[in-house]
């Protein structure tokens, strides 16, 4: 179906702002789970002083806004990577927009592009959410908080709970926003502080938007980060981009039960030594186990790892011991993400058994823990 005669847009518009924009939007074109061809285009709405430009997959949809000189307002929808990869190409000047005969006419002085145009009736609505109670977060922050947890969920759709973080709001303390992830082999908890807002919630939001929320943000932004919830979805505001997002419905496990409360053994070392001994161990672990061996005893922790094919590696490092030896084994894959997530030189390590999950954690960074399942071999 193509658009009628009635409204048709005509603009101008930096080739570096539309880039930018497109950028922020193209990413999830084209990746929703039907064959609905509308979703590989990008809506593009001129409007009084800017374009919004908008793309979706039925699940996410990602709204930006550009500055542009509108000369016609109206909207009109084209393939998102098409337009990408080509306005990149061209240099950064002003770059002239019309529609003509159902199509998008890009006009750059030298170059003259005609891209075909779908009707923008077909192009899904972007669900609204209530903007009433605003949650304002530090930006980097945030994306700080989501970079520390993310990484350990669930990319499978068999258990739905755990395919997403849990965001559990004022739960434990005041003004402070506790993000979850697990696969159920390893957990990370991340506590970061929140404004202007004091209702206690708890939802689950997929992983596939936070991974949308940590690629907008700028790194080491100064700016704040908006969230609205309503019942069934979440907006994330950042400068001038917008993720709307389903949450997944169904309880979180109950995680807290899986933290022991008690301890055993303590062990106190630098971070980079056991990153070190970690992988120089990897290369002997067993093929689809990757089992490595962590022994505390004697103000040492001696990491190990035997393949009889293969060989074998052992490495002592200098800790400190509280408590009793302990001996326990790890994925090193598991352990070694732990350990280039938590931030900090020095690690504490505390260990019950080798049938209880490991706690690790950073004194300089109280807020940040990872918990990493035994493995049997």
Not at 270 to 278: F, M, P, R, T, Y
Not at 347 to 370: A, C, K, M, Q, W
């Amino acid at each position: 179906m193509t658009k009628n005669n009635k409204e048709k847009i005509k603009f101008s518009c930096l080739q570096e702002n539309l880039t930018k924009g497109l950028n922020q939007n193209t990413k999830i074109a084209g990746t929703g789970k039907t064959n609905l061809e509308i979703l590989d285009n990008v809506l593009i709405k001129a409007e009084k002083g800017h374009l919004t430009l908008i793309t979706t997959n039925l699940q996410i949809a990602v709204k930006t806004k550009v500055r542009a000189k509108i000369k016609s307002q109206g909207k009109t929808t084209v393939p998102a990577k098409l337009l990408n990869d080509y306005i990149k190409l061209l240099p950064n000047k002003a770059i002239n927009f019309e529609e003509k005969n159902n199509n998008l006419v890009i006009d750059n002085k030298n170059q003259k592009t005609n891209i075909k145009v779908t009707d923008p009736e077909d192009f899904p609505i972007v669900p609204k959410v209530d903007r009433k109670n605003k949650i304002k977060i530090s930006a980097s922050k945030f994306k700080d908080a989501l970079e520390s947890t993310y990484f350990t969920i669930s990319s499978g759709e068999i258990r739905s709970e755990i395919s997403g973080a849990l965001f559990d709001f004022n739960k434990d303390n005041k003004n402070i926003l506790t993000i979850v992830g697990t696969d159920s082999y390893r957990l990370a908890e991340k506590k970061v502080k929140i404004k202007d807002y004091d209702k206690k919630k708890s939802i689950i939001v997929p992983l596939t938007t936070l991974q949308e929320v940590i690629r907008i943000i700028n790194d080491n932004s100064e700016e704040d980060l908006n969230i609205y919830i309503s019942e069934n979805q979440i907006l994330f505001e950042y400068k001038d981009t917008e993720i709307t997002s389903r949450l997944i419905t169904g309880d979180y496990p109950d995680y807290k039960e899986t933290i022991p409360e008690t301890w055993v053994t303590e062990c106190k070392f630098k971070k980079q030594d056991l990153i070190n001994a970690v992988k120089q161990a990897s290369f002997f672990v067993k093929e689809g186990i990757n089992d490595i061996t962590l022994d505390v005893k004697n103000n040492e922790l001696v990491v190990s790892s035997l393949n009889s094919q293969i060989g074998e590696s052992t490495t002592k490092i200098n800790a400190e011991i509280d408590g009793d030896k302990n001996k326990i084994v790890f994925n090193y894959r598991y352990l070694l993400d732990g350990l280039l997530h938590v931030k900090g030189e020095e690690i504490v390590l505390r260990l019950v058994n080798d049938n209880t999950p490991g706690i690790i954690t950073s004194p300089e960074h109280e807020s940040y823990f990872y918990l990493i399942m035994p493995i049997k071999v």
